[in-house]
């Protein structure tokens, strides 16, 4: 029963991880658009490629660590420190 409620908390908490990129990227997305459109009617002298590289950095790290990439190392480090303390 324990473990079924261990693994309903990873459920849970894994969500909440992938519901916080999703929103993450759509306020990249919408913010990245509006900033295009400004630079274009400014003349476009294309200064918007600066924020899209930088934040879109963090955007491609936070979706790195959500996807099943990141997921699998943390998923086997906490398998490796459970199984070490089991021995203890």
């Known amino acids: 029963m324990e473990e079924r409620d ?19 990227l759509a306020v ?11 630079d274009y009617s400014d003349g476009g002298s294309w200064w918007v490629h600066w924020p899209i590289i930088g934040w879109g950095i963090f955007v491609v790290l ?6 099943k990439f990141g997921k699998g190392w ?4 906490i398998k490796e420190i459970m199984e070490k303390e089991e021995k203890e």
């Not at 990249?28 to 400004?38: G, P, Q, S, T």
């Not at 943390?74 to 480090?77: G, H, I, S, T």
């Open 62 to 67: 936070q979706g790195i660590s959500v996807s």
């Open 6 to 24: 261990d693994k309903l908390l990873r459920a849970q908490e894994r969500v909440k991880e992938l519901k916080k990129f999703y929103n993450h």
């Open 28 to 38: 990249y997305l919408v913010i990245m658009v509006v900033l295009f459109f400004i």
């Open 74 to 77: 943390e998923d086997k480090k």
